[in-house]
Nanobody, 123 residues
């Protein structure tokens, strides 16, 4: 499975941005997907996850109520809608996939990773 993120860039605090992650392969439905991020000088951290069917979702407390993860299995794409971003959301955002339908929040649970896309939130 190959994952390619897009949609990163510069956004003002309080604005909105949508990240996309396109996945190769025919069995996208059988992969739970997640978004992680890494800010300069910090460890990579969990942001959001979604089950294969899209019926289960989980979020980091820091983004709950502002970010929404979703997926379109027909398009083999997972999204991260970022509303009301804050400067502290500035980071490289990574898409990740894991075999199995259940969501996971630990980085080590994921088998596949994209190359990352930079998101910069200006104040």
């Amino acid at each position: 499975v190959q994952l390619v993120e897009s949609g990163g860039g510069l956004v003002q605090a309080g604005g909105s941005l949508r990240l996309s992650c396109a996945a190769s392969g025919r069995t996208f439905l059988s992969y739970a997907m997640g978004w992680f991020r890494q800010a300069p000088g910090k460890e990579r951290e969990f942001v959001a996850a979604i089950s294969g069917s899209g019926g289960s979702r989980d979020y980091a407390d820091s983004v709950k109520g502002r970010f929404t993860i979703s997926r379109d299995n027909a398009k083999h794409t997972v999204y991260l809608q970022m509303n009301s971003p804050k400067p502290e959301d500035t980071a490289v955002y990574y898409c990740a996939g894991r075999g199995g339908l259940a969501i996971a929040t630990m980085e080590s649970s994921y088998d596949y990773w994209g190359q990352g896309t930079q998101v910069t939130v200006s104040s």
